[in-house]
DNA sequence: TTGTACGCGTTATCAT
DNA sequence: ATGATAACGCGTACAA
């Protein structure tokens, strides 16, 4: 019962070791013959190598890891999907990790680093706000893709990033709802005391709201609930309908996520009320689930494929040498749908 | 650069490497002093051991293995969370694994047994239907969870299962439209050639239909397009657009999936058709936009937590040695709401 | 082309 | 309580 080992296939093949690791790693130095032989050996008798093994001595594994924070966000899942298919075209194979919000995805990398020998990494999503000590010890090049805010911008030449501009693209959809008319637009923004892209995106809220000529008025931001889960149709389904049980004036809802938008959305027709005709909304990703409900939900849809097409380049290019670090920002696309234009 | 190992550590204490390692393990048979030494000595130097060599050498570890087939799947994400919860609280950790629809995730199931000494694994999704060989080959106990068919009930003592019946749930579903008095379902189901959830539902379908006097029509059968992601709420949408265009008298369409019925039932309601009023949309799953969409989608909602839960302690059972393996079937809910009911 | 022997970093065993 | 040393299973330089 304990389980076949590279010996016994040689044993039983009357070979070296060596040579079934050969047979196994396709290395050019075999006979034909005998390598047939032992591939049957193998199959018959069930062998599997270790990875751990395998691990532990080779110099280098031709791997990328991918290091997604939360793993119920729909964009970060297609963006995974994005990027391992980058990866595989260029004979890499990706181990992808899921970090929970309360680990450390650097302490994480840390380890998988020495684990696998990874040639490389990306960090999805994430406020991304660590210790400059620990990020230095991380020597294989890293992308930042799509994350939150920024670490010390005093170190930006050791690390690459690929995201859009939260503050910028906020404004954008601030703007196109002011300019549709709307002098009470309410924000609903992440949980009050959010550092991430909640944070960002509220400041490009303020911003748009100020060059309208629009005052500020706390009373139109509403907070995630840190008691239902983040970014859920749940969460914003119920601050929304706490928001209008209190009846504040506002024409328009800007939501910091398509989830959240679209439990606003919800909210608000069962109120009796109509969208766009009474509330208009706007969500922030461009997921599916924003195309498909009706209303549609008009949003900022992030260029995902060039995004993972990017990031995938830029890390390439610092393994193979030819590049050094870049920081790209992408401008996202403001998708005008229902949910702002009429039916 | 050349990261430090245990050895260096050894040596800058002035210990032996058993010592460092009995440091880092809670081993009992250490002076405090020179453990708090150590600690020190590893926090400063930044020293973490290597995953791969521990799983080498040890003997076992408090692992579980979910693998989880497709990721775009939110139930399934939100079984693992809970089994996760589960896993956690019996102080054994969790590898979740991410298995794409072409490989074979028993084979994944075999390699990762020896990579990291799993005591146990537990199968997310997928048809499963395996050579009994390759299966009997997976020597720590495995448990499936909300798969589609099952394998070769032949060896049923050699795993265990939680599911719900495809069959019986979406007899249910059916009949509950039939007894609303709907003459013509139609059912939206997966690809033509699918063994799995789209058969099974299929059969239900077909069963409620016969018992409640109502003939089979292969036209009302509207299967998922193979060019479009899988259950992705595009293909629903596409799907039933085409169908809608036929012209086929229709007052009820069963989706297999949720996200099929939201994509449905956009292009309904694009169509200039009322839901429920022209046509009567049904989903399966209960994931989370079921219950926002608007309509809302009646659906069939597994019981995530009891599965999870039972999964669990079925898995724990056999590996502390106090039970043999079950094959539990979980009865659905099916929640009536506004897509079936009006408004 | 093939086999032997060593080392990867760690934990377990056995002395001390 | 601590240290030396043998495994764990594999890849690879080097010898044959």
Redesign the interface.
């Known amino acids: 019962?304990g389980?076949v080992n590279i010996k016994d296939i040689a044993r039983m093949c009357g070979v070296g070791v060596s040579t079934v690791s050969r047979a196994l790693n396709d290395h050019p130095d075999i006979n034909q013959a005998t390598k047939e032989k032992i591939m049957r050996c193998i199959e018959e008798n069930?062998y599997?190598?270790?990875?751990?093994?395998r691990?532990?001595k080779r110099q280098e594994a031709k791997v990328i890891a991918i290091l997604v924070k939360g793993?119920?966000n729909?964009f970060l899942?297609?963006m995974?999907?994005l990027l391992e298919a980058e990866i595989n075209k260029r004979g890499y194979s990706v181990a992808?990790e899921?970090i929970k919000f309360e680990e450390d995805e650097v302490d994480i990398a840390?380890?998988l680093v020495?684990?696998?020998r990874l040639k490389g990494i990306i960090f999805l999503g994430g406020d991304f706000e660590h210790r400059v000590d620990k990020l230095k010890?991380l020597?294989v090049p890293f992308v930042l893709s799509t994350a939150g805010s920024k670490p010390d911008p005093i170190n930006k030449e050791n690390y690459s990033s690929v995201s859009v501009d939260d503050i910028h693209e906020a404004y954008r959809m601030t703007d196109y709802l002011c300019k549709k008319g709307h002098k009470r637009v309410a924000m609903l923004s992440a949980k009050s005391d959010d550092k991430s892209v909640g944070y960002w995106r509220l400041e490009g809220y303020k911003q748009a709201l100020k060059d309208n000529g629009i005052k500020f008025d706390k009373d139109l931001v509403i907070y995630m609930r840190p008691d239902i889960e983040d970014y859920?149709?749940?969460n914003g389904?119920v601050v929304t309908k706490e928001f209008l049980e209190k009846g504040v004036d506002c024409s328009a809802i800007f939501a910091i996520s398509d989830t959240l938008a679209?439990?606003c959305?919800?909210a608000i027709?069962?109120s009796g009320r109509s969208v766009p005709g009474d509330i208009a909304v706007a969500g922030f990703d461009g997921v599916?689930?924003s195309?498909?409900?009706?209303p549609?939900i008009t949003t900022i849809s992030q260029p995902a494929e060039e995004m993972a097409t990017a990031t995938a380049k830029i890390l390439f290019d610092i393994i193979k040498g030819k590049g050094g670090h870049q920081h790209l920002i992408f401008e996202a696309e403001l998708i005008e749908r229902e949910s702002t234009n009429g039916k």
């Open positions: 019962m389980s069930n599997i190598p270790n990875n751990s093994a691990n532990l793993l119920s729909m899942i297609s995974t999907k992808l899921r840390l380890e020495k684990e696998k010890e020597d859920s149709m749940k389904y679209i439990g959305t919800r027709l069962e599916e689930a195309e498909f409900y009706y549609s």
